[in-house]
């Protein structure tokens, strides 16, 4: 929580709004309105959408969700960012809490905390509201999962539904089902009732997993009844169209950044992101970045791949969500949109929340473990880091080699003709950098394991994979004045009034709300 709160202390303490994403032009206005419903309006009808609509039948607004009481009692932009932030502490603290059942190193498990919470998926959901909201749910849902298949009881049942309960009000149902079809079989295996497989050792954790179901239907049937009743009578109902479905899919290229973030630059602060040619179904990715630590956690992520390791049934986790966020890209996805429920989703960049918690608890293993190999183990295991850090050299080398050249310059401005070709390649060369830094840096601390106490060791790999996820996610978030939410910046006065059909720039309480900024647009400039 500290790490977040400082990461945004400008929203905390300086009366800055976080204004990434859907928050500036989307969510702010639907937390006006679902202020107020709770304050005393209707929750049957939201007038301010398009042509109007059910407020309670659909995802997004999450009418019910508890914590948005607090758009009755507040400013809504200024709850909704407190909303994302507290959200963001919570995703830390639950995945801490899921990492303590593999490892009884206090440092590897904070360690998988930050790098969920601070890993560039997560912050880039900083903006997207019901997304965030799951994406730190589903690590607590999934704890409450091995408590309850460890030692099942009624009060852990109720747990269990009450955070099942939160995550269906929450709006993002495609999260909350893989995090039941994930963490259910990884808890069973956790707590030893999948070996050997017999009936005796599933059927009273079963039963108090039905239970809680129930339960969790029953606290979310005030949104889940009419949602489902509109999902009846929307395109949804047969199914997406495949190339609808597999919008957004992760391009395998962009796997990259998981150790190298900003590889394709950021659109944050400034715009340099000059990867759009790869990005499915538009020019903006889903999530802008997809790191979890650098070289740092994805070095120490293999470490937890010997025989016996704990929490291996997380690597089975990361490579499935992997697969499916590539959509598109694999033909595994052909198969996975024919299934009922399933072939209603969209957007295969979601999965990739799961492929980040998995690295993160990956990683903690891997951190525990190293600390406590023996002398001989670690200096063969030094001597492996420095032929990869040595091939990194040259592949930096040849990254910034290339970044320089006149070609890909010409290739870049003819990809994305609004971005500064030129920064944008400096910002590329310089993440590849600073990447080869943070491996040297972790190579020279993994050196020096014989010579320091297992604490202090650990101590040290968690400072270089914080700072190096601290620097990160400060290129990542996006906020802004709180005025800008009120009154559109000066900018916006020169503009011309938005024709037939645009939503404003800016919003501002009053106008009324018909979809993104330039959705309809005909050109950049328009837009």
Known sequence: PLLVGALFADVLFAGARIIQRDELHFLVPLAERVGRAWGGSSFLWDGGSGAGGPLLARWVPSALYPPHLLFA???????????????????????????????SSTFAAWLAGAAYALGGYVITLAGSGPYLYSAALAPLSIWLLHRLVERPCLRRSVAV????????????????????LLGVPLALAAAGALVPLRWRNLRWPLAWLSLAAVVAMG??????????????????????????????????????????????????????????????????PWALGLHIGTLSLAGLSLLSLRRRAPGRGWLVAAGVTLLLSLGAYTPLYQLVHRL???????????????????????GAVGLSRLASTAEGEIRRLWRRLSLVLAALLVLTGGAWLLFRSQSLLALVAAWSPAVDARAALDASAAAALRAFGVGAVLTIVISLRAHLRPRLFMLLVVLVVVTDLFTAGLRLRLTGEARWLREP???????????????????????????????????????
């Open 161 to 180: 539904a009450g955070v099942w309960g939160l995550q269906l009000l929450v709006g993002d149902p495609q999260t909350f089902l893989f995090s039941v």
């Open 489 to 527: 910046p000066a900018l916006c006065a020169a503009l011309p009034p938005p024709r037939a059909g645009l939503a404003p720039v800016i919003y501002r309480p009053g106008l009324p709300f018909r979809g993104g900024p330039g959705k309809n647009a005909r050109s950049p400039a328009e837009a």
């Open 219 to 284: 606290i979310a049937a005030g949104q889940l009844l009419p949602t489902l009743e509109f999902t009846a009578l929307s395109t949804r109902a047969g199914g997406l169209p495949y190339s609808e479905a597999t919008r957004w899919s992760l391009h395998p290229l962009r796997m990259s950044e998981v150790v190298v973030p900003g590889l394709f630059g950021s659109q944050a602060t400034h715009n340099t992101f000059w990867g759009g040619a790869w990005v499915r179904g538009g020019s903006q």
């Open 73 to 103: 009692v507040m400013e809504p932009a200024w709850a909704s960012s407190l909303l994302l932030i507290a959200h963001l502490a919570l995703a830390g603290v639950a995945t801490t809490l899921l990492a303590s059942r593999y490892t």
């Open 340 to 362: 009922p429920v399933v072939g209603a989703f969209r957007y295969p960049a979601k999965h990739w929340v799961f492929v980040s918690l998995s690295l993160a608890l990956l």
